[in-house]
């Protein structure tokens, strides 16, 4: 057997033989390489977060905590590649365009296992996916699984915060809603973080985990703006007015309205 080298353990001759424009156009290896590089990041954050949801369901919230710092770090490298690819102008994007067909980011499927995995569910985003079996079917799991945010609110009430039974047991294909019971009872850590110091740093690396993700929205809707104005998206989306829409959404809730109760 040949002796494990850099290239053959990092699979190099698939991994590089993966960015294959469809057009001429010199910009559509950019493109290829934005996308294909995040999607990888994606993988990686997926990698964490699952691991980071089991550590807080663990009650093992140090380790919860550098899984959840290195997704933010993550979420910087993919933040700054909106500023490679919007090097990307009008005319250059518009020569490798039709290239694209109907394919979209908005079908990304990793992207909204992370927003499942965070607490943004909803069924109609799964079913996108519905052509592609395996891929619907593990979207279906992670709609149907506690995400991220519920392990930290059954992490609350395991510590006696009065978190209402209702929220803990719910269905989870359902998105979430915010709780007066919860507010308060990130409230009280805020109050008090030597006393509830493990509660006080996992809400804040939530409260940076969402900060990075609108940054990254943001970025993407600014990208697509200068890109492609407000022409519709390829995948049959309303393009900069949908993005627009998606940077409103949130996750943690009360993480954010707690910081005017406080």
Same mark, same amino acid.
């Given at each position: 057997? @040949?002796?494990?080298?850099?290239?053959?353990? #990092?699979?190099?001759?698939? $991994?590089?033989?993966?960015?294959?424009? $469809?057009? /001429?156009?010199?910009?559509?290896?950019?493109?290829?390489?934005?996308?294909?590089?995040?999607?990888?990041? %994606?993988?990686?954050?997926?990698?964490?977060?699952?691991?980071?949801?089991?550590?807080?369901?663990?009650?093992?919230?140090?380790?919860? #905590?550098?899984?959840?710092?290195?997704?933010?770090?993550? +979420?910087?490298?993919?933040?700054?590649?909106?500023?490679?690819?919007?090097? %990307?102008?009008?005319?250059?994007?518009?020569? %490798? &365009?039709?290239?694209?067909?109907?394919?979209?980011?908005?079908?990304?499927?990793?992207?909204? +296992?992370?927003?499942?995995?965070?607490?943004?569910?909803? &069924?109609?985003?799964?079913?996108?996916? &519905?052509? /592609?079996?395996?891929? *619907?079917?593990?979207?279906?799991?992670?709609?149907?699984?506690?995400? #991220?945010?519920?392990?930290?609110?059954?992490?609350?009430?395991?510590?006696?915060?009065?978190?209402?039974?209702?929220?803990?047991?719910? /269905?989870?294909?359902?998105?979430?809603?915010?709780?007066?019971?919860?507010? &308060?009872?990130?409230?009280?850590?805020?109050?008090? @973080?030597? !006393? *509830?110091?493990?509660?006080?740093?996992?809400?804040?690396?939530?409260?940076?985990?969402?900060? *990075?993700?609108?940054?990254?929205?943001?970025?993407?809707?600014?990208?697509?703006?200068?890109?492609?104005?407000?022409?519709?998206?390829?995948?049959?989306?309303?393009?900069?007015?949908?993005?627009?829409?998606?940077?409103?959404?949130?996750?943690? @809730?009360?993480?954010?309205?707690? !910081?005017?109760?406080?």
């Amino acid at each position: 057997m @040949p002796a494990l080298t850099y290239r053959s353990y #990092l699979r190099l001759d698939d $991994l590089l033989a993966c960015q294959s424009p $469809l057009s /001429d156009a010199h910009d559509e290896m950019l493109f290829i390489s934005i996308h294909q590089a995040s999607e990888i990041w %994606m993988k990686l954050c997926l990698h964490e977060l699952r691991a980071a949801r089991g550590a807080v369901a663990a009650d093992q919230i140090s380790p919860a #905590l550098k899984m959840l710092a290195r997704v933010s770090r993550v +979420q910087a490298q993919m933040i700054q590649s909106w500023e490679v690819l919007s090097t %990307m102008t009008p005319s250059e994007y518009s020569r %490798m &365009r039709g290239s694209l067909g109907t394919s979209s980011g908005f079908q990304s499927d990793q992207y909204r +296992q992370i927003e499942f995995l965070m607490g943004n569910k909803s &069924r109609a985003m799964a079913d996108v996916h &519905r052509a /592609d079996v395996a891929v *619907h079917a593990a979207l279906l799991e992670d709609l149907a699984a506690p995400s #991220l945010y519920d392990e930290a609110l059954r992490l609350l009430a395991r510590h006696g915060f009065a978190i209402p039974a209702a929220l803990m047991e719910r /269905d989870f294909t359902q998105a979430y809603e915010a709780s007066p019971e919860v507010e &308060r009872a990130w409230a009280a850590v805020y109050a008090d @973080p030597e !006393r *509830h110091w493990d509660l006080y740093e996992l809400a804040e690396k939530l409260v940076d985990l969402e900060y *990075h993700f609108q940054l990254w929205r943001f970025g993407h809707l600014k990208t697509v703006e200068r890109v492609i104005g407000y022409k519709g998206g390829t995948g049959g989306t309303a393009g900069v007015k949908y993005l627009e829409k998606v940077v409103a959404q949130t996750f943690f @809730p009360e993480l954010l309205s707690v !910081r005017t109760a406080l």
